[in-house]
């Protein structure tokens, strides 16, 4: 084990299992389930006080998620299918969190999670093949195998804006919503962000609140959602369909139900344009973003276009021209950036308790004990709700002080960017298996980590089958990958736009260059290139 006199401070308990979990979101619950199958001695370690992770973590007002409730769910169990009802189709974050509670009850998974129990560190002892895993509580556990399942945005990332701490009403961000619930009623609200996240608050409270101001840095583009609850009969049609809607995930290049259009929106007419955004301005779900022409989000005259059939739906919303010309984008075209989903948006802007601050124009100089200084006037609130994202994907891995052999800092290795293999194995790092790592394909999140949990799982088998203690990628594995990353991303229109998906995030020092942090190639070519790897025996790595 290797020591660490400061890190041992406190419990000095050391206990071994065969493998450690970070986190009981979708991914630990899953791997939880696939490893304890083949006999294993686990234990799962989360930092909130019960599982869900995303759904746990986030539970501001009008939190739900964008893929379709039912191609959403595990897969994996046909009884699980059958017995739970979704319902609406696109599930609120209570229905969702009270879905992951009701797997966890019927696969008994709670008596291997340790809650409230933050990782700290996590070494690695290049003679013995172990990882050492050191709890915030000081406590220590040991195991062959660390299995990360952190989630891409579980890292919340708060304004660099003076004076943040000194608010004397209500602050929090929307990753840390309070437990308890809000009144908003007759309250003056502030929220900084127009992000995913902060479309659903906004949208949901400014029927309640006192007044609204709505802090605005970069505009987003977003489309309706259309969602609705699901019937008695399509409950019965959807149990009966499982089996086609998830091959329908297996083909489509992002895992969700919509596929690319094989057209051209330049090699159409106008007129079949517009009516073909039209039908999907008015369809339910993403389909707008990933099911529309081929060449919307590689060639800039073709997104160019969508984005002002965008833009014409949002000046048709919004009656104050001033305020709409403030929420169409100008530095990015449609489907650059992730796409949010809404219900009635737009037409908040039209309510008199609502006001939209541009923060480019009339800057935040600071945040006062009774609210917001910018450079044109001080604006008092009861609440201040910051909406400003997460350091995406590497950001919690950042957050654990991981170290390889010799010492190897995994955050300093990845600095200027990451080097994986597949995504399930960062270079340098022996036996750390990541689920949902950077250079994954990702899209509908569920059907990503199924995947790649059932690839990791094998992997293990495969180890355990043939005696092997250690496993790592070869330095050529990895350069290949990295190789293969960069040109699957190369013409996307995205990898020009600042994001926390291009490793962009102006409240985290550092994060000011942009990296891939995915792999763009699409689902259906990551697994192809993952199962060659399995049916080769995994040539691709070292063994001992």
Same mark, same amino acid.
């Given at each position: 084990m290797l020591?660490?006199?400061?890190?041992?401070?406190?419990?000095?308990?050391?206990?071994?299992?065969?493998?450690? !979990?970070?986190?009981a979101?979708i991914? $630990?619950?899953y791997?939880?389930?696939?490893?304890?199958?083949?006999?294993?001695?686990?234990?799962?370690?989360?930092?909130?006080?019960?599982?869900?992770g995303?759904?746990?973590?986030?539970?501001y007002p009008g939190?739900?998620? *964008?893929?379709?409730s039912?191609?959403?769910g595990?897969s &994996?169990?046909?009884?699980?299918?059958?017995e739970?009802?979704?319902?609406e189709?696109?599930?609120?974050? /209570?229905?969702?969190l009270r879905?992951?509670?009701f797997?966890?009850?019927?696969?008994?998974?709670?008596?291997?999670i %340790?809650?409230?129990?933050?990782?700290?560190?996590?070494h690695?002892d290049?003679e013995?093949?172990?990882?050492?895993v050191i709890?915030?509580?000081?406590?220590?556990w040991r195991?062959?195998?660390?299995?990360t399942?952190?989630?891409?945005?579980?890292?919340p990332?708060?304004?660099?804006?003076?004076?943040?701490?000194?608010?004397a009403?209500?602050s &929090?961000?929307?990753?840390?919503w /309070?437990?308890?619930?809000m009144d908003f009623n007759?309250?003056?609200?502030?929220?900084?962000?127009?992000?995913a %996240?902060?479309?659903?608050?906004?949208q949901? !409270?400014?029927?309640?609140?006192?007044?609204?101001?709505?802090?605005q840095?970069?505009?987003n583009?977003?489309? /309706?959602?259309?969602?609705?609850k699901v019937?008695?009969?399509?409950?019965?049609?959807?149990?009966?369909?499982?089996p086609?809607?998830f091959?329908?995930?297996r083909e489509t290049?992002?895992c969700f139900?919509?596929?690319?259009d094989?057209r051209?929106?330049l090699?159409?007419?106008?007129e079949?344009?517009?009516?073909?955004?039209?039908?999907?301005?008015?369809e339910?779900?993403v389909?707008?973003?990933?099911?529309?022409?081929? *060449?919307?989000?590689?060639?800039k005259e073709?997104n160019?276009?969508?984005?002002e &059939?965008?833009?014409?739906? !949002?000046r048709?919303?919004?009656? *104050?021209?001033a305020v709409t010309e403030?929420?169409?984008?100008?530095?990015?075209g449609?489907g650059t950036?992730r796409?949010?989903?809404?219900?009635? @948006? @737009?037409?908040?802007?039209n309510?008199?308790?609502?006001?939209?601050?541009?923060i480019?124009?009339?800057?935040?100089e600071?945040?006062?004990?009774?609210g !917001?200084?910018?450079?044109?006037?001080?604006l008092?609130?009861?609440?201040l709700?910051?909406? %400003?994202? &997460? *350091? $995406?994907?590497?950001?919690?891995?950042?957050?654990?002080?991981?170290?390889?052999?010799? $010492?190897?800092?995994?955050?300093?290795?990845?600095?200027?960017?990451?080097?994986?293999?597949l995504?399930?194995?960062?270079e340098?790092?022996?036996?750390?298996?990541m689920?949902?790592?950077?250079?994954?394909?990702?899209?509908?999140?569920?059907r990503?980590?199924?995947?790649?949990?059932?690839?990791?799982?094998?992997?293990?088998?495969?180890?355990?089958?043939h005696g092997l203690k250690?496993v790592?990628?070869?330095?050529e594995?990895?350069?290949?990958?990295?190789e293969?990353v960069?040109?699957?991303v190369?013409?996307?229109?995205?990898?020009?736009?600042?994001?926390?998906q291009?490793?962009v995030?102006?409240?985290?020092?550092?994060?000011?260059?942009?990296? %891939?942090?995915?792999?763009?190639? $699409?689902?259906v070519?990551?697994?192809?290139?993952?199962?060659e790897?399995?049916?080769?025996c995994?040539?691709e790595?070292d063994?001992?």
């Open positions: 020591e660490n006199a400061s890190i041992q401070k406190g419990k000095s308990v050391t206990t071994d299992v065969d493998a450690i !979990i970070i986190g979101g991914s $630990g619950m791997q939880l389930i696939r490893l304890r199958a083949l006999g294993m001695k686990l234990c799962v370690f989360e930092a909130g006080s019960d599982l869900g995303t759904w746990y973590w986030n539970r939190a739900r998620f *964008d893929s379709e039912w191609s959403y595990y &994996f169990s046909q009884e699980l299918l059958q739970w009802e979704w319902p189709h696109f599930a609120a974050q /209570p229905d969702t879905y992951l509670n797997v966890a009850e019927k696969f008994d998974l709670r008596k291997h %340790t809650f409230n129990s933050r990782v700290k560190a996590a690695f290049d013995k093949n172990i990882w050492t709890l915030e509580s000081g406590e220590t195991a062959p195998l660390l299995i399942g952190l989630g891409p945005l579980s890292a990332t708060l304004p660099n804006i003076q004076g943040r701490e000194s608010f009403g209500q &929090f961000h929307t990753a840390r /309070p437990h308890d619930p007759g309250k003056r609200v502030g929220i900084i962000g127009t992000g %996240t902060a479309i659903q608050i906004i949901t !409270i400014a029927k309640d609140v006192g007044h609204l101001t709505v802090f840095r970069t505009p583009w977003a489309a /309706p959602l259309h969602n609705r019937t008695p009969e399509e409950q019965v049609k959807i149990k009966a369909s499982y086609e809607i091959a329908r995930c290049a992002t139900i919509h596929q690319t094989p051209r929106a090699e159409v007419s106008a079949e344009r517009e009516a073909f955004w039209a039908k999907l301005y008015a339910p779900g389909g707008i973003w990933v099911g529309n022409f081929a *060449d919307v989000l590689t060639t073709a160019a276009l969508t984005s &059939f965008m833009a014409r739906k !949002i048709q919303r919004v009656k *104050d021209p403030k929420l169409i984008p100008k530095n990015h449609f950036r796409l949010p989903l809404e219900s009635g @948006y @737009y037409e908040i802007y309510q008199p308790n609502v006001r939209l601050v541009d480019n124009e009339t800057p935040i600071r945040i006062t004990p009774e !917001i200084k910018t450079n044109a006037e001080e008092a609130f009861d609440i709700i910051f909406s %400003t994202g &997460f *350091d $995406g994907v590497t950001g919690p891995y950042d957050r654990i002080d991981i170290r390889g052999p010799g $010492g190897r800092s995994l955050k300093q290795e990845w600095i200027s960017t990451p080097r994986t293999f995504g399930v194995m960062a340098g790092f022996p036996n750390m298996l689920v949902l790592g950077p250079h994954t394909a990702r899209g509908n999140i569920p990503n980590i199924e995947e790649i949990v059932d690839w990791i799982t094998a992997l293990v088998i495969h180890m355990r089958d250690r790592e990628p070869k330095p594995a990895v350069q290949g990958w990295a293969k960069e040109e699957a190369a013409g996307l229109l995205f990898a020009e736009v600042n994001s926390w291009t490793g995030n102006r409240n985290v020092e550092g994060r000011d260059i942009r990296c %891939t942090l995915g792999y763009y190639g $699409g689902a070519e990551y697994r192809r290139i993952a199962d790897v399995a049916a080769g995994y040539r790595f063994f001992a």
